[in-house]
């Protein structure tokens, strides 16, 4: 039989897609070399996640990475990839990773205007269950003159150029917000290798029906969290109580908030005081992506975006997802904060 399904032939691709938004803001072409750079990264350890197994990439490679996590293979191929690829595409000066202690600092030859911070593989825990994990990435300006040097990564999120985040889970998405416009997602079309435009400025509800955080650490939790989940899974109007989704990757969880609505959270506790999330390459991104769709990111006192960073690693609270759910905690937390 002849196979008389329709055929694309004027494709929206991500590089067209990013192409023409710069053509729109006079731009030099550099962002477009950097995000293609990354998208090659990405499609990279699309294939490397899909073939871990038989490739014997799955297991601890004997070592912690910064933050205390214990390091998988996937996640030194995954760094690696994305320092090399954003290292050559002459649009960076300074990259952040998870995976190192200290910023990498560009070659002089090899230095472009922009600065990227990067969780190459988040959720990496989850890698030998095979549940989807992510590579989130926030990208700045260089604000100033100076050699560049890990401080001028220290900006708030207000600062972004653009952010986002690839999960690789049924299949491949790219999730990409920019300053000047709203946030799209991009599909992997592993027929012709390039990431397909499916969803043009997408927005968050409202309100969503789920709640996703580790109940597990309930022991731990303020009294605001405690009763926020009370209501949510005892509604006192009557109405139908929220569902309870948790993956433990917070890009799946994230990209789950986005698409049904609802709320997200990681909240300081007592065991973590200061949170557990990392702001530049984690919270950041994700607040950014958040609120460009029309929701909401905090940490229950200030918005995600307009914290001044102190350190490239640190740790902040965050809550996210449909304003009407974040703004509901706020409430809860404002109460409890005023006794």
């Given at each position: 039989?002849?196979?008389r399904s329709a055929?694309?032939?004027?494709?929206i691709t991500?590089t067209r897609?990013?192409?023409?938004e710069?053509?729109?803001?006079k731009?030099?072409?550099e962002?477009t070399q950097l995000l293609?750079?990354?998208c090659t990264?990405?499609k990279?350890i699309s294939t490397?996640?899909?073939?871990?197994g038989?490739?014997n990439?799955?297991?601890?490679?004997?070592?912690?990475n910064?933050?205390g996590?214990?390091?998988k293979?996937?996640?030194?191929?995954?760094?690696?990839?994305?320092?090399?690829?954003?290292?050559?595409?002459?649009?960076t000066?300074?990259?952040?990773?998870?995976e190192n202690?200290?910023?990498?600092?560009?070659?002089?030859?090899?230095r472009g205007?922009?600065?990227?911070c990067?969780?190459?593989?988040?959720?990496?825990s989850?890698?030998?269950?095979l549940?989807?994990?992510?590579?989130i990435?926030?990208?700045?300006r260089k604000?100033?003159?100076d050699?560049?040097?890990?401080?001028d990564?220290?900006?708030?999120?207000r600062n972004?150029?653009?952010a986002?985040?690839?999960?690789?889970?049924?299949?491949?998405m790219?999730v990409?917000?920019t300053?000047a416009?709203?946030?799209n997602?991009?599909?992997?079309?592993?027929?012709?290798g390039e990431?397909?435009?499916?969803?043009?400025?997408v927005?968050?509800?409202?309100?969503?029906n789920?709640y996703?955080?580790n109940?597990g650490?309930?022991?731990?939790?303020?009294?605001?969290?405690?009763?926020?989940l009370?209501?949510?899974?005892?509604?006192?109007?009557g109405?139908?109580?929220y569902?309870?989704?948790?993956i433990?990757?917070?890009v799946?969880?994230?990209?789950?908030?986005l698409?049904?609505?609802?709320?997200?959270?990681?909240?300081?506790?007592?065991?973590?005081p200061?949170?557990?999330?990392?702001l530049?390459?984690?919270?950041?991104?994700?607040a950014?992506?958040?609120?460009k769709?029309g929701?909401?990111a905090?940490?229950?006192?200030?918005?995600?975006l307009?914290?001044v960073?102190e350190?490239?690693?640190?740790?902040?609270?965050?809550?996210?997802?449909?304003?009407?759910d974040?703004k509901?905690?706020?409430?809860?937390?404002?109460?409890?904060?005023?006794?």
């Amino acid at each position: 039989m002849t196979d008389r399904s329709a055929f694309d032939t004027n494709v929206i691709t991500m590089t067209r897609f990013v192409m023409e938004e710069g053509r729109r803001a006079k731009g030099t072409g550099e962002f477009t070399q950097l995000l293609n750079s990354l998208c090659t990264a990405i499609k990279a350890i699309s294939t490397a996640v899909r073939k871990a197994g038989i490739a014997n990439l799955y297991g601890i490679a004997g070592s912690t990475n910064v933050t205390g996590d214990q390091v998988k293979k996937l996640d030194i191929l995954s760094n690696d990839l994305v320092i090399n690829m954003l290292k050559s595409s002459f649009s960076t000066c300074v990259i952040v990773s998870e995976e190192n202690k200290d910023a990498v600092i560009v070659e002089t030859e090899k230095r472009g205007k922009y600065i990227v911070c990067i969780d190459p593989l988040d959720g990496s825990s989850n890698i030998d269950c095979l549940v989807s994990i992510g590579t989130i990435f926030a990208i700045y300006r260089k604000m100033s003159p100076d050699e560049p040097s890990g401080k001028d990564a220290l900006q708030p999120g207000r600062n972004l150029v653009a952010a986002g985040y690839a999960l690789y889970g049924s299949a491949t998405m790219l999730v990409l917000a920019t300053s000047a416009g709203g946030v799209n997602c991009f599909m992997l079309d592993p027929a012709i290798g390039e990431f397909i435009l499916v969803d043009r400025d997408v927005k968050i509800k409202k309100k969503g029906n789920i709640y996703s955080l580790n109940e597990g650490y309930a022991k731990y939790f303020d009294p605001a969290v405690t009763e926020y989940l009370k209501k949510k899974k005892f509604p006192e109007d009557g109405s139908s109580p929220y569902g309870g989704r948790y993956i433990g990757s917070m890009v799946a969880d994230v990209h789950r908030t986005l698409v049904y609505g609802g709320i997200f959270l990681y909240p300081a506790n007592s065991k973590s005081p200061k949170g557990k999330l990392r702001l530049l390459y984690e919270c950041n991104p994700m607040a950014f992506v958040i609120e460009k769709a029309g929701g909401i990111a905090t940490t229950g006192h200030q918005a995600i975006l307009d914290i001044v960073p102190e350190d490239i690693h640190q740790r902040v609270p965050v809550v996210l997802g449909s304003p009407d759910d974040v703004k509901e905690y706020l409430e809860i937390v404002k109460k409890h904060s005023a006794k």
